[in-house]
């Protein structure tokens, strides 16, 4: 199980046992429902269902049964996972699961291959290259500050999470030269690195990119503007796979 999936199965039984044990359970339904910032439709239709159904549980109408609270959670999760899973890493954060230093973490249901992320994030290849030939199932967005003054050990490991197939992006980047070297200590590799937010005259390539080749890590420096576009995009990495692979199948 990897570790955002082990997160979501923590947040299902939370948001499971809150309902069961609640003197209200219409009330909770509802608190989790605004906690995700869902609409009664937008659950309704996930559920296969109509607002009016959803309204009915809250008020107290109706009495949610253990399989229409599994369908419950499973729905408000699926419907965060589709926007970005930021109530998630929320969830994760508050239960000190978290660190700080992640910005934004996803793993993919479809394989994405490296050109693609290169080409969504506007990346110049420093080194490696050739590794771009693979495909990443996920990948994880850290405040390399951060992550210098805050990261344990443990805490590396939550960065590539059970599966090293995944981007592993490094913003507010002043040279590359501690990324590097932190990957270079540590026993599980990235399958792609990359930095954001330094210029091409600034990277290390003494060290940095030494590394990257030794240990046979495509090395990429991201040129979107911000590190907000900078998630978008690798948020949207999953829906180009999907529409690639879709206009593949129809050539």
Same mark, same amino acid.
């Given at each position: 199980?990897? +570790?955002?999936?082990? %997160?979501?199965?923590? #947040?299902?039984?939370?948001?499971?046992?809150?309902? !069961?044990? /609640?003197?209200?359970? =219409?009330?909770?339904?509802?608190?989790?429902?605004?906690?995700?910032?869902?609409?009664?439709?937008?659950?309704?239709?996930?559920?296969?269902?109509?607002?009016?159904?959803?309204?009915?549980?809250?008020?107290?109408?109706?009495?949610p049964?253990?399989?229409?609270?599994?369908?419950?959670?499973?729905?408000?999760?699926?419907?965060?996972?589709?926007?970005?899973?930021?109530?998630?890493?929320?969830?994760?954060?508050?239960?000190?699961?978290?660190?700080?230093?992640?910005?934004?973490?996803?793993? +993919?249901?479809?394989? %994405?291959?490296?050109? #693609?992320?290169?080409?969504?994030i506007?990346?110049? !290849?420093l /080194?490696?290259?050739? =590794?771009?030939?693979?495909?990443?199932?996920?990948?994880?967005?850290?405040?390399?500050?951060?992550?210098?003054?805050?990261?344990?050990?443990?805490?590396?490991?939550?960065?590539?999470?059970?599966?090293?197939?995944r981007?592993?992006?490094?913003?507010?980047?002043?040279?590359?030269?501690?990324?590097?070297?932190?990957?270079?200590?540590?026993?599980?590799?990235?399958?792609?690195?990359?930095?954001?937010?330094?210029?091409?005259?600034?990277?290390?390539?003494?060290?940095?990119?030494?590394?990257?080749?030794?240990?046979?890590?495509?090395?990429? #420096?991201?040129?979107?503007?911000?590190?907000?576009?900078?998630?978008?995009?690798?948020?949207?990495?999953?829906?180009?796979?999907?529409a690639?692979?879709?206009?593949?199948?129809?050539?």
């Amino acid at each position: 199980m990897s +570790f955002l999936e082990a %997160v979501k199965s923590s #947040l299902s039984r939370k948001i499971a046992g809150d309902l !069961v044990f /609640a003197e209200n359970p =219409g009330a909770a339904m509802r608190h989790w429902r605004e906690f995700f910032g869902v609409s009664q439709t937008a659950l309704g239709k996930k559920l296969g269902t109509s607002a009016s159904v959803v309204s009915d549980y809250e008020l107290g109408r109706r009495s949610p049964g253990s399989g229409f609270i599994r369908r419950f959670t499973g729905a408000l999760i699926a419907i965060d996972e589709e926007s970005g899973g930021q109530h998630i890493l929320e969830f994760a954060r508050s239960m000190s699961t978290l660190p700080d230093a992640i910005l934004d973490m996803r793993d +993919f249901r479809l394989p %994405v291959s490296g050109h #693609l992320l290169c080409e969504a994030i506007d990346c110049m !290849v420093l /080194a490696y290259r050739e =590794g771009l030939r693979q495909n990443v199932y996920g990948y994880t967005v850290v405040d390399s500050v951060k992550a210098i003054l805050t990261l344990s050990g443990s805490d590396f490991m939550r960065l590539v999470g059970s599966t090293t197939e995944r981007a592993l992006v490094f913003t507010g980047v002043t040279h590359g030269r501690s990324p590097m070297v932190a990957i270079r200590l540590y026993p599980l590799k990235p399958r792609i690195v990359v930095l954001h937010g330094l210029k091409e005259e600034s990277v290390d390539r003494d060290l940095a990119l030494k590394i990257a080749e030794s240990e046979r890590i495509p090395l990429l #420096l991201s040129r979107t503007p911000t590190v907000d576009s900078l998630i978008q995009s690798l948020r949207s990495l999953e829906g180009r796979a999907r529409a690639a692979s879709q206009k593949e199948s129809r050539d």
